[in-house]
């Protein structure tokens, strides 16, 4: 499980992915998501505004994030 930090309360589930280097832009983001590859604690997540916070854990593409 790899541990990303954040520097804020929140984190959206588009700015995650970007930060984490799996989509280069917004529309990559939006287009992962929208394509069922992405669950946040179990579920899969289709809301790209999805607000994601320290503890919650992402699924994506076979790899596993928790947020810190």
């Given at each position: 499980?790899?541990?990303?930090?954040?520097?804020?309360?929140?984190?959206?589930?588009?700015?995650?992915?970007?930060?984490?280097?799996?989509?280069?832009?917004?529309?990559?983001?939006?287009?992962?998501?929208?394509?069922?590859?992405?669950?946040v604690?179990?579920?899969?997540?289709?809301r790209?505004?999805?607000?994601?916070?320290?503890?919650?854990?992402?699924?994506?593409?076979?790899?596993?994030?928790?947020?810190?």
């Amino acid at each position: 499980m790899n541990k990303i930090k954040i520097n804020t309360e929140f984190i959206k589930l588009d700015q995650f992915l970007k930060w984490i280097g799996i989509a280069e832009n917004g529309v990559m983001a939006k287009e992962i998501i929208l394509s069922g590859e992405v669950k946040v604690n179990g579920e899969e997540e289709r809301r790209r505004g999805k607000k994601l916070y320290p503890g919650d854990v992402i699924f994506v593409f076979g790899k596993e994030y928790i947020v810190e």
